[in-house]
């Protein structure tokens, strides 16, 4: 079966349509009314006010495919197949309705019936929390094979306080092929860290309350709470060995190629990671303009600004040196237009905001080239073969200067960068930044900080919630 990423979105809220589910719109990336997330991460983000209480929606059961950002999977994007800064994610939810025994046999339904999906069995598999008697005895019920179901630790949610309770994923085996690990690899299982199992799916259980005494109380109302990754099925329909030669990132990479004009896609396995950082980086930033934000020094606007620098560095590696990034919105916008016409509908706005964006950094980039240039021409009269750590620190943190740039530099002039040095410094001024940082959200939460481009006397810490399994033992 081949299945575009319009038709999976559509026929994923389709099924759950059919399962009498309302849908409800990909909410904006900004939260509304949510102090404690920067940006929204996860459908259930967007489901807070129902699954606490708070709102009774009209009606208990609801789907979507809500837009996310993830800023803790910022180094992973190009260099896993499939992470991205911003993805979408497919969801359907019960708010003290329906349960394990409904969830289950739907989500096996949905995924192997050649009415829906249509995935071969054979390639799926199936994670559960050890105790979750329950659990394992729908997913046999439903049809998974005994050998196909895994019992893992792991698949317990909690975030520290809250709602929380055992949960269970679903991997697809894309085959050891296109793994990056040997088979006999103490990683190589579905859940550890391997390109082979495909995490696609998460289904939430909640049915605790993780109590500031740390015991866990049946809640009154279970809910169900789920998170599909759109781009990684559609890398299935597709076929792609990553999630970015697909329809939705081919068309931003194939304009990338005419922008660099030296280098092509697919090619050096280096320059290709560059290609798929700007396609991703550019979505997001895209989408996260037309909701509202705009790049600045703190918060949000940092989130963009950052991305943004590491579009166009990524950009000068594949030999582009002009602004390029404002030209790929209109792209964005026509890859996603079926779902979210507002992008396109922005385009002008959102390009104009990249543009002056980008020609302020590639300001920044020659005022650090210059400093460069100094320390340099100084290094070679004093017959020093090294730039000082302190120097490509200051190159990073005030002129937004990756160190591989700055190494690179270096390199063509017959230096090296003291290393160990730059992550001293690098050390120092995290440990600074920790101290003046908000730990708690109160979601029991990633913390994530970054320092570059951090003007020193601006506090630029801030939590962002990563959904993610806590470990149980
Ligand atoms: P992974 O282990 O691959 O990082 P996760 O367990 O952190 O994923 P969940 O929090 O369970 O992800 O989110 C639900 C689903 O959303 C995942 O099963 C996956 O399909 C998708 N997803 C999560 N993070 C990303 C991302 N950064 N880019 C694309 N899809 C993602
Ligand atoms: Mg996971
Ligand atoms: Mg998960
Ligand atoms: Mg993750």
Redesign the pocket.
């Known amino acids: 079966k081949h299945l575009n990423s319009a038709q999976v979105r559509r026929m994923y809220l389709d099924f759950f349509i059919q399962h009498g589910h309302t849908e409800m719109p990909s909410a904006s990336l900004v939260p509304v009314d949510d102090p404690t997330l920067l940006w929204i991460n ?1 459908g259930v983000a967007t489901m807070k006010k129902y699954f606490d209480g708070e709102v009774v929606p009209k009606n208990p059961r609801m789907t979507s495919s809500q837009k ?1 950002i ?1 800023t803790n ?1 910022i180094e ?1 994007v190009g260099k ?1 197949a ?4 911003m ?1 979408e ?1 497919l969801g359907n939810f019960s708010v003290g309705d329906y349960f394990k025994k409904e969830v289950i046999p739907w989500a096996w339904e949905l995924l192997t019936s050649d009415e829906w999906f249509g995935f071969d069995p054979e390639k799926l598999y199936v994670t559960y929390y050890p105790k979750d008697n329950d659990a394992h005895r729908c997913w046999l019920e439903a049809g998974v094979a005994e050998d196909h179901l895994l019992a893992n630790q792991d698949n317990f949610w909690d975030i520290g306080q809250g709602p929380s309770g055992p949960d269970t ?1 679903i991997f697809y085996d894309r085959g050891q092929e296109m793994n990056n690990v040997p088979e006999d690899d103490p990683e190589n299982y579905p859940g550890g860290e391997n390109e082979r199992y495909l ?4 289904i939430v259980f909640s049915q605790f309350n993780h109590t500031p005494e740390d015991t866990y109380e049946p809640l009154p109302h279970k809910n169900i709470d789920t ?7 559609v890398s299935i329909f597709e076929n792609a060995p990553t ?1 970015f030669e697909t329809d939705l990132f081919m068309p931003l990479i194939k304009q990338t190629e005419e922008f660099s004009g030296v280098k092509k896609y697919g090619v050096d396995k280096d320059d290709d990671v560059f290609f798929k950082i700007i396609a991703d980086h550019i979505r997001t930033i895209t989408f996260a303009i037309s909701d509202g934000a705009l790049p600045s020094n703190v918060g949000r606007g940092y989130v963009i600004r950052r991305l943004l620098r590491r579009a166009v560095v990524a950009g000068k590696k594949l030999g582009i040196d002009k602004p390029f990034l404002y030209k790929l919105v209109p792209t964005v916008g026509k890859i996603m237009e079926s779902y979210y016409p507002d992008v396109l509908k922005n385009a002008d706005y959102i390009a104009s905001v990249i543009k002056s964006e980008e020609e302020r950094f590639n300001t920044t980039l020659n005022g650090g080239l210059s400093l460069l240039n100094d320390v340099i021409e100084k290094a070679k009269a004093d017959g020093s073969n090294k730039i000082d750590g302190k120097t490509a620190f200051k190159l990073y943190d005030t002129y937004g200067f990756p160190i591989e740039l700055t190494k690179e530099y270096a390199a063509d002039e017959g230096l090296s960068v003291d290393e160990a040095g730059f992550e001293a410094a690098m050390t120092e001024q995290q440990n600074r930044a920790r101290k003046a940082r908000d730990i708690d959200n109160g979601m029991g939460v990633q913390t994530d900080v970054w320092t570059e481009f951090k003007e020193p006397s601006k506090y630029v810490g801030y939590t962002d919630l ?4 806590a470990k149980v033992i």
């Open positions: 996860s996310s993830r999977d992973n896993t499939r992470h991205h800064t993805f994610m994923e995490e696609i799916w998460n998170g599909m990754g759109l781009e990684r099925v999630n990563e959904v993610q399994n």
